[in-house]
Antibody, heavy 117, light 113 residues
């Protein structure tokens, strides 16, 4: 079955960097766009970034543009999010997700990023 | 950006009763070339990722019980649970995937009255 497993979260000081990963299995990873979505504690869902199936197209939310970089490795079936210049307001559970048909039908369990001094 | 606004924020409903959640978008999410509304509904239970319920505003995802239905077009949408079950207690989000930035409603917390 399809599995998306995030890793790399943790506690980090403001201004520092962190790299998240999402390992995909059970799908033809290279066929699908991938997404990062985050959820601050007790808050709603916020789309963060997308990358096209081949990595040629990337888009970001304004809140992370210039600080976060999304990438993928279609040989390793891995999605990444490089986060730099982290802010307290970046504290959230980060989910990777994909749309194998229409909307986002598969999600990982999420990884918690806490930005705190 | 397309702003998605849900109402109500919280909805107490008795078991077996109907639950209705509204979602309005600040601009149309109907794509004229294919006459499809780029609107999805998700269910999220505590400690879990969101689960896709409905896409194209009214198409039920495989495996989703038929008590869940979606309706609406353009800027006004509704998620209806025809007969509330205890397992339906969750936060429900609408989302537009018409274009980036993809945006979600603020969520509606459905609870048992």
């Amino acid at each position: 079955q399809v599995q998306l497993v995030e890793s790399g979260g943790g506690v980090v000081q403001p201004g520092r960097s962190l790299r998240l990963s999402c390992a995909a299995s059970g799908i033809s990873f290279s066929n699908y766009a991938m997404y990062w979505v985050r959820q601050a504690p007790g808050k709603g869902l916020e789309w963060v970034a997308l990358i096209s199936y081949d990595g040629s197209n990337k888009k970001y939310a304004d809140s992370v543009k210039g600080r976060f970089t999304i990438s993928r490795d279609n040989y390793d079936n891995t999605l990444s999010l490089q986060m730099s210049s982290l802010r307290v307001e970046d504290t959230a559970v980060y989910y990777c997700a994909t749309a194998t048909a229409v909307a986002w039908d598969y999600w990982g369990q999420g990884t918690l990023v806490a930005v705190s001094s | 950006d397309i702003v998605m606004t849900q109402s109500p924020d919280s909805l107490p409903v008795s078991l077996g009763e109907r639950a209705t959640i509204s979602c309005k978008s600040s601009q149309s999410v109907l794509y004229s070339s294919n006459n499809k509304n780029y609107l999805a509904w998700y269910q999220q239970k505590p400690g879990q990722p969101p689960k896709l319920l409905i896409y194209w505003a009214s198409t039920r995802e495989s495996g989703v019980p038929d008590r869940f239905s979606g309706s609406g077009s353009g800027t006004d949408f509704t998620l209806t649970i025809s007969s509330l079950q205890a397992d339906d207690v969750a936060v429900y989000y609408c989302q537009q995937y018409f274009g980036t930035p993809y945006t979600f409603g603020q969520g509606t917390k459905l609870e048992i009255k």
